[in-house]
């Protein structure tokens, strides 16, 4: 499959040290993009940035602290980044827990909704001047095909009252597409050129999947390997939504294959759900208030 050039774009990608986050940072790599691994864990970090050089040798890549479950550590990425760059072609919002036990963060939010969305809505909030000063720029959202049959959970969100992880980590991704159909809506509101799009990855065989927090035994990995589509196919409809010249903003992208489980990038509709514009407004409302961060569209 072929895609755009990405020769002197700076991509952020969060997550990347594993995963489909590894798998599109080496697909822009070998398509020119200077890329930064925003990763919470800095020795893993360095390690796929190796990985990524033993296969583009000439790549750009640099390893930046992230740990989007402590929201003064996206403040502090979000700093550091703007005083050594002057501009952000790409921020793709990838990293996400999937159905751990019930946890908070940092700053007291359930788990899975604090790091999967507040952590990207507030990192996306900080990174977005330099975002609207970079021509033709873009923010991509990782949803899920969990989002679906999902809903906002407004009165338990921290999940205090009553927590399911698969319910949870449903809400999660359906908050992620919501957003980033909504920060689309806003960009073009004021006449904007920045474009947000969402994306999902199918099924993938990605280290997301656990049992009860913990790692898979081995032979399940072997079955999943088998049935789901490797990571390398999950990450198309990243890589393709960050760099399709059709796209104009507010797409979600996904599998082209049976029940959009795996395949290659085609556009999809998302649930009913994320076009109900009152529930979006009230989302973005709440994550402003609950993050304590503020968009501001004036470029």
Known sequence: MEFNTMTGKTAIITGANSGLGLETAKTFARLGARIILAVRNLDKGQAAKQ???????????????????????????????????DSLDLLVNNAGVMTPPYAKTKDGFELQFGSNHLGHFALTGRL?????????????????????????YFDNLDGSNGYKAMKFYGQSKLANLMFATELDDRLKQHGLATQSMACHPGISSTNLFKIGGREMPRIFKGLMNRYLQPATMGALPTVYAATASSLTGGEYVGPDGKGQRRGYPTLEKPDPAVNDEASRQKLWDVSEKLTGVTFNFSN
């Not at 890549?61 to 550590?73: H, T, Y």
């Not at 977005?128 to 999902?150: D, F, G, I, W």
């Open 51 to 85: 990985e990524i050089l033993d296969e583009s040798p000439e790549a750009t890549i640099d390893v930046m602290q992230l740990d989007l479950s402590d929201l003064e550590s996206v403040r502090a990425f979000a700093e550091t980044f703007t005083s050594r760059f």
């Open 128 to 152: 977005l001047p330099l975002l609207l000063q970079t021509e033709n720029s873009r923010v991509v959202t990782l949803s899920s095909l969990a989002h679906r049959n999902s809903a906002i």
